[in-house]
């Protein structure tokens, strides 16, 4: 699908990164003119996503982590964040709610979550290559006219 | 993350403020197990009304809480929660493990 506006950020897989992924999620997704849930629930989607590429795709180096942002026509934002990192071995594994590699620390739950606060979702992952996960939401929005692409 | 915690007859209040991500959740989640290994509370409540961000590392919190009250055979509520960590919370699951209210109305 052709995107009407697009900006793509590249940064170290450092966890004070994630705050930084969100907040440029929230300014990209503005001009989509928002409400306050649906910004909740990307910003809640693309910290998971990010979390992840940090958290597993690199558990034991510092690697680099792509975000690219999207907006497709009637008014969708994609989210794609993309590693190069370890990969999953299992992705069907993965998917189920509860499940991690990642220690007492981390709940399970962070697919679950972009699934269920996303209209669309889809992993691809190669091990020792990298994974790449895209989401797609439609904004309803508050109905005033934003930015036009 | 600075918070406040208030103890009172074995009830352990502690404020959570700010945003509660992976990057956070370490901190938190030990500076919440140390307040509970310290005071031994039989109740303990998690107010989220100065929360204004939460992921799933926020749930990770939770679970960590409410195994450490279960051990003491105390009793965990989550307080004042905001609809984005609401949202994020009941995705989970996880209010037919603990009691959770909502945020607090404006008087």
């Known amino acids: ?149 | 993350m600075n918070f406040t915690s208030l103890l009172q007859e074995k009830r352990l209040t502690i404020l959570l403020s700010g945003e509660i991500d992976h990057h956070a959740a370490k901190e938190i989640m030990e500076a919440v197990s140390a307040k509970i290994n310290v005071y031994l509370p039989q109740y303990c409540e998690l107010d989220f009304g100065g929360v204004s961000f939460m992921d799933s590392s926020g749930i990770a919190l939770v679970i960590h809480t409410l195994r450490a009250m279960n051990q003491l055979g105390g009793k965990l509520r989550l307080t004042n929660v905001p609809p984005q960590p609401r949202k994020v919370l009941l995705a989970s699951g996880i209010q037919k493990l603990v009691a959770m209210s909502q945020e607090r109305s404006p008087a």
């Open chain 1, 1 to 149: 699908m052709k995107h009407e506006n697009e900006a793509v950020v590249r940064f170290p897989s450092l966890s004070c990164n994630e705050a930084f992924a969100r907040s440029v999620t929230a300014a990209f997704a503005a001009q989509m003119d928002p409400t306050l849930d649906e910004l909740g629930d990307v910003r809640t989607a693309v910290s998971e996503a990010v979390t992840n590429a940090i958290v597993h795709a690199y558990p034991d180096r510092i690697g680099t982590v792509l975000l690219r942002l999207r907006r497709l026509p009637g008014n969708v934002l994609e989210i794609t964040v993309k590693d190069a990192g370890s990969g999953i071995a299992d992705v069907a594994q993965a998917r189920q709610p509860m499940f991690t590699t990642g220690g007492a620390d981390r709940s399970g739950m962070g697919l679950t979550i972009m699934e269920s606060f996303m209209n669309s979702l889809s992993l691809r992952s190669q091990p020792g290559r990298g994974t790449t996960v895209r989401m797609r939401k439609k904004l309803i929005g508050r109905g005033e006219t934003a930015c036009k692409p």
